[in-house]
């Protein structure tokens, strides 16, 4: 699948529940309306439509939400994908998460073929990474870390910047990633759905961030490359790597290789634009998946060259109307 701009589309990220047992302020109001089950696609859809974008060229697949994990049943959507792995076709099978559920499905993850997964922390801090989350609990979490390192899942932990609540810990959770030997990647907040707080409060550009990590450690620029947005930095003194996803301070669509498929089959080609593409219907229009190709080489067409997030006083309302957790982050 090639772009309008030329950009080959190898890299599906899918949102299999808009449902979280967080509300991360940043994220979700605290009062979500979440979509009725009928809404959604089925485990058997899913996998459909995954197999079809891998048929279509899709190398890198990643389960996303919501909360990934919270899906009923999620194991067997992974284990049928994973035969893909098995044949080649697909390169890396993946998850983000926000760590919860690990200690439960580390083991059976590990064994169906990913390798790798990211888990998002922004604080090390119990009490904080309580008001954060709103209903998480860190002991869970680091239970889940430990499980998937047992397992001998590579572990990425994703850290959003936040002014005035992580930004004086990010040092210390450098240290402590990559003492773990986990990476670290640090993300920008974007604005993405209507939320209680203000995202001008919120956000703390990644630049001014490196500037000050550059105070205390030595970062070295790696051609490091994982599929994502991330650009990546050696950390001399750690020995750890340093993931940047700076989508206000350095916009990266250049180089954007992805698009996103919803729990209800709509598919977006950029995370920060409006338009999308409904699957479900050529989905369950026909058993063969000749619409269906049809309806994602239209799509594909018309992936944007880019967002244009905005993140100031002058400019109240977020870029797009859903949250992170529709179209998966
Ligand atoms: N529940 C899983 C998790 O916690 O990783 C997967 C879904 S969550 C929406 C994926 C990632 O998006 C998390 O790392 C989260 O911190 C990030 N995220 C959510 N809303 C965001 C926003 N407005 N700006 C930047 N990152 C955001």
Redesign the pocket.
């Known amino acids: 699948m090639i772009d309008p701009f030329g950009r080959h589309v190898t890299y599906l990220r899918v ?1 299999v529940t808009d449902r ?1 047992d ?1 509300r ?1 302020v ?3 109001s605290e009062h979500m309306t979440f979509l009725p089950k009928a809404e959604l696609l089925t485990l058997e859809e899913l996998d459909r439509l995954c197999s079809a974008f891998v048929d279509r060229g899709v190398k890198k697949l990643r389960i ?5 994990l919270v899906r009923k049943n999620i194991m067997w959507l992974l284990r049928q994908l994973s035969r893909h792995l098995g044949t080649g076709a697909l390169d890396e099978l993946t ?5 919860s559920q690990l200690a439960r499905y580390a083991d059976e993850l590990a064994a169906i073929g990913v390798k790798r997964i ?3 922390i ?1 604080t090390l801090d119990p009490e904080k990474f309580r008001k954060i989350t709103r209903w998480g609990d860190f002991a869970k979490v680091e239970a889940g870390l430990k499980a998937a390192q047992k397992a001998g899942l590579a572990i990425k932990i ?3 910047a936040l002014k005035g609540v992580n930004e004086d810990e990010i040092a210390d959770m450098l240290t402590w990633a990559h003492g773990q030997g986990m990476d670290l990647t640090l ?7 209507e ?1 209680e707080d203000d ?1 001008t409060d919120q956000y703390l550009p990644l630049s001014i961030v490196r500037a000050r990590l550059m105070d205390r450690f030595t970062l070295q620029d790696i051609p490091y490359k994982t599929g994502g947005p991330a650009r990546y930095v050696q950390v001399k003194e750690t020995g750890g790597r340093l993931g940047f ?1 700076t ?1 206000l301070t350095h916009n990266f669509c250049e180089s954007c290789n992805r698009v996103r498929l919803t729990c209800t089959g709509t598919l977006y080609m950029c995370l920060g634009q409006e338009d999308a593409a409904d699957l479900r219907a050529p989905l369950r229009a026909n058993v063969s998946d000749d619409a269906l190709h049809a309806a994602i080489t239209e799509a594909i067409s018309r992936k944007p060259k880019g967002h244009d997030f905005v993140i100031d006083r002058r400019s109240a309302r977020p870029a797009v109307g859903r ?3 529709v ?3």
């Open positions: 949102s979280c967080f991360c940043y994220c979700m996303t939400g919501g909360e990934p998850l983000t998460t926000n760590g990211n888990v998002s922004d994703n850290a959003v993300i920008e907040t974007m604005p993405l759905g939320i995202r996803i989508p949250h992170m957790s179209t998966g982050g």
